[in-house]
């Protein structure tokens, strides 16, 4: 079973700042089947990214993902007060056939 | 606009039985896989259980085998989620949500969720 390891747990940045959330896998993934999703208080989840770094369709550029192998970034640039949420990434693949982080919470104050 | 509405969830028992619906449109749902995930109160995401297009191919988590079962109508544009046996521990939002159609393992349309409570 992959884990998937998320941090920090929780980032409370400035509007304007830049955000960098860490996602580490327990052994070496697939980067194509690399995710990450925000998900705001009450609300389903989003898919942000795909592939590790392809942005999904409607995703500000702001919102930017990379890395291989076990470790993977997402870099959220110009943070803005909405972009307040908990991030999880997430991977396909063996058994459970999606796994999710634990998340990251992040904060704009 | 894509829309996925799920319904059904409730108050149960334990050893109880519930069953979810997940009402899709704006999409053609008899071509897209499918997917459940839950969240307990306050947790992260946790996978349930897939079903391929056609409905001949299902997977569920370990937790959830045995106990639950994934069906769907493609002439009513419609997902399922039957849930037996349920225990304390399968409390949570249920959210119905589509497989992505680029890389096919991305997640990427969900439903707003229907809550799960067993307790007695």
């Known amino acids: 079973e992959i884990v998937l390891t998320q941090s920090p747990g929780t980032l409370a940045l400035s509007p304007g700042e830049r955000a960098t959330l860490s996602c580490r896998a327990s052994q070496s993934v697939v980067s194509r089947y690399l995710a990450w999703y925000q998900q705001k208080l009450g609300q389903a989840p989003r898919l942000l990214i795909y592939g590790a770094s392809s942005r999904a369709t409607g995703i500000p550029d702001r919102f930017s993902g990379s890395g291989s192998g076990t470790d993977f970034t997402l870099t959220i640039s110009r943070l803005e007060p909405e972009d307040s949420a908990v991030y999880y990434c997430?991977?396909?693949?063996?058994?459970?056939?999606?796994?999710f982080g634990q998340g990251t919470k992040l904060e704009i104050k | 606009e894509v829309q996925l509405v799920e319904s059904g969830g409730g108050l149960v028992q334990p050893g109880g039985s519930l069953r979810l619906s997940c009402a899709a449109s704006?999409?053609?749902?008899?071509?897209?896989?499918m997917i459940w995930v839950r969240q307990a109160p306050g947790k992260g995401l946790e996978w349930v259980s897939y079903?391929?297009?056609?409905?001949?191919?299902?997977h569920y988590t370990d937790s959830v085998r045995g106990r639950f079962t994934t069906s769907r109508d493609n002439a009513n544009n419609s997902l399922y989620l039957q849930m037996d046996s349920l225990r304390a521990d399968d409390t949570a939002v249920y959210f119905c949500?589509?497989?992505?159609?680029?890389?096919?393992?991305?997640?990427?349309?969900w439903g707003q969720g229907t809550l799960v409570t067993v307790s007695s």
């Open positions: 997430q991977h396909y693949g063996g058994s459970p056939l999606w796994t």
């Open positions: 079903i391929n297009n056609i409905g001949t191919t299902l």
């Open positions: 704006g999409f053609s749902f008899k071509s897209s896989e």
């Open positions: 949500a589509r497989v992505g159609t680029v890389v096919t393992t991305e997640v990427d349309y």
